[in-house]
C-alpha cells in the first residue's frame, strides 16, 4: 500500500511538472527590454525565466544599456553554466551556446533569442524559439503596450536590428501594418 501512494505521487508530481513551460533566456532580449525600459514585460509575457551564469556576466558586462541585476528578480532563476563549452554549438558566442546547451539538457520548452544563427541552431535541435518580436508582439495581444510598431522602431533607433518584411508582418497581425 505504501509504495502505491508513493508511485501515485510521483505520477501527479510529474504530471504537473509537465504543463510547466520552461523559457531560458538569452542576452539579447534582455537587452531590448532594458533598453525599453519595459523589462517588466518579459514576466508578463513569459512568467518565469531561466538564465545562465553567462549570460548573466554578459549582462553585467552591459555597455550603454543597463540590464536590471538578475540575480534580484524573482521571477529569473540562474543556473549555472555547462563545465565544459558544448561542441554542437562552437560556431555561437558564449551566451548562446550555454543556453541552447542548458536549455536540452533541462528540457526546456521554449528558448528567448534574437540571433538568427542561434534561432537557427535551436530550432534544428527540436527547440521552440521566441525572441523579442515576439514578446513584443505577445504583449500587444495581451493588452500590456498600446501599439507593437512604434516599440520596435523604438529598439531600431536604439541600434537592435530587425528583419524588416518580418517587422511589417507581425505588425500586419494585430493590424498595424
Not at 528578480?73 to 558544448?86: K, N, Y
Request: some cysteine; glycine content about 8%; aromatic content about 6%.
Amino acid at each position: 500500500m505504501k509504495a502505491r501512494k508513493i508511485s501515485a505521487a510521483k505520477h501527479h508530481c510529474f504530471r504537473r511538472a509537465a504543463h510547466f513551460t520552461v523559457i531560458i533566456s538569452n542576452t539579447t532580449p534582455l537587452f531590448a527590454f532594458a533598453a525599453l525600459g519595459r523589462f517588466d514585460l518579459l514576466e508578463k509575457v513569459h512568467g518565469r525565466l531561466v538564465v545562465v551564469e553567462t549570460v548573466v556576466r554578459e549582462c553585467e558586462v552591459g555597455g550603454s544599456i543597463i540590464v536590471p541585476d538578475l540575480r534580484f528578480l524573482p521571477w529569473i532563476r540562474i543556473v549555472a553554466a555547462p563545465l565544459q563549452p558544448d561542441i554542437r554549438f562552437q560556431m555561437l558566442d558564449a551566451g548562446e551556446r550555454d543556453t541552447l546547451a542548458i536549455a536540452l539538457d533541462q528540457g526546456a520548452s521554449k528558448v528567448l533569442i534574437d540571433e538568427r544563427l542561434g534561432r537557427n541552431i535551436a530550432e534544428s535541435y527540436g527547440l521552440s524559439v521566441v525572441g523579442t518580436l515576439g514578446t513584443l508582439l505577445k504583449a500587444r495581444q495581451l493588452g500590456l503596450i498600446a501599439e507593437f510598431l512604434p516599440v520596435v522602431r523604438q529598439l531600431q533607433n536604439a541600434g537592435f536590428r530587425y528583419h524588416e518584411p518580418l517587422v511589417r508582418q507581425l505588425s500586419g497581425n494585430v493590424d498595424e501594418g
